[in-house]
């Protein structure tokens, strides 16, 4: 009798030790893969905003900055280390006020208009039309341009297809040879408005679904040139707008966008870029998490009018909004970026890449100098985010094959609440590489992750790490290495099993062959 009890206390005690020291546990099946990660996916957006266009992309041939065609080099060289593949413009609230004749001919010529969104300056429109395309042709990207339905016509978003795609005799095209561009550009991705439920418009669903419908008809496919046409989807979780617009134009679309912004606090206070606690760390990334309820609620919507998955869900503005720094414009919405913004773009793009089966493109906002930004720009000098660092780590997904793979993890947990500590996302690329991106969101704790490999031999594994000191830690143009990605040696492969040893706080990337 004692030793049975001794055995039944034994084993309660081995079942309780088992979940106090629960494992970050994964099965990988990489011979089961069939989705794959759009590179799209990793796509930016910049808007004329602050200095996201003007000083950031934009100084004009005569500058001393060393430029190409007005063009900045460094940031176009920047972009190109990290594959960008699209790159959205103008717009943003700026879309449904433009009026791209105003950006077209000679710049001296062009008429001057005032950004009434942001920070009410003189915009003199001397980048438009064609500097917008070479920035596209210099970085080797996709341009998606979103098109004017909130103060535009349908005949003035007509004749812009016309003007940009066209390659014939016709008004438009001889208008853009005159303007020094002979041969049409070849332009893919077309938004049909901007939050049309906001400063698009203040439409309803039912309402902007009908103007859908007349203008998507008036932007023709000309040659070969065929347009992917992005309707305007939903604020955050606006489930109704989803259903509407599924219902009424689904047939009609190619792509739907979804906008979703994480605000640690509030609108009115939404917080500081660099000086914060661990507590408005934990809520940060608790809202970032939350793109997963987003992606799959809007999804399963989709998929009830579009269940063979034609039509893309395409979140074209996501990203994280603070207060601007202080001393700035607080219309150009310029903040820094930290190891906490890295935690969080690397938990979303393993997130989308988890969906890409639905989710086909995606824009973080914005490119430079503007909310998220992965570079930030002063006069000649230049820096590269935490946040860019993340893209770098995963362009190795980029066309990819999504890996299935089911996980469990540790729980990150601070003033009694609970959130996931690991993050993950694996694919296999066209040389049977494996890659797997991992997130330990805990600030405090190392994670130990194992797990399995399924399906194939391996027998190397390599990686890079991007962590620093603390989340507030950032690169500024006097430092502009405070963080940045370093060789990771914490993996270890035996057969088919994987283990990994990830920092506290920190984004990983394994190469697996």
Partial sequence: MRKLTFLTVFFLAACTAT???????FVINADLGKDVISKHIYG????????CIYGGYWVGENSAIPNT???RNDVVKALKDI?????????????????WMDGIGPRDKRPKMINTHWGGVTEDNSFGTHEFLDLCEQLGCEPY?????????????SKWVEYITFDGESPMANLRKQNGREKPWNVKFWGVGNESWGCGGNMTADFYSDQYRRYATFCRNYGDNRLYKIACGSNDADYNWTETLMKNVGGRMQGLSLHYYTVPNNWNKKGSATQFDENEYFTTISKSLFMEELVSKHSAIMDRYDPDKRIGLIPDEWGVWYDVEPGTNPGFLYQQNTLRDAILAGVTLNIFNQHCDRVKMA???QTVNVLQAVILTEDDKIVLTPTYWVYWLYKVHHDATLLPTSFSCNKYELNGKKIDAVNISASKDANNKIHITLVNIDPNKEQTVTGVLRGVKVSKVTGKALTSGKLADHNTFDKPNTVGVTDFSGAKLTGESLSVKLPAKSVVMLEIE
């Avoid at 930016?44 to 200095?51: A, T, V």
């Fill in 19 to 25: 979940t106090v020291m629960a494992q970050n546990t």
């Fill in 44 to 51: 930016h957006f910049s808007e004329h905003l602050g200095h």
């Fill in 69 to 71: 065609r007005g063009i």
């Fill in 83 to 99: 594959s960008i593949p699209n790159l959205r413009w103008p717009g943003g609230c700026f879309a449904d006020e433009y009026h």
């Fill in 145 to 157: 341009i979103c098109g004017n339905v909130g103060s535009g016509s349908v005949e003035e978003m």
């Fill in 363 to 365: 824009n973080i906002a």
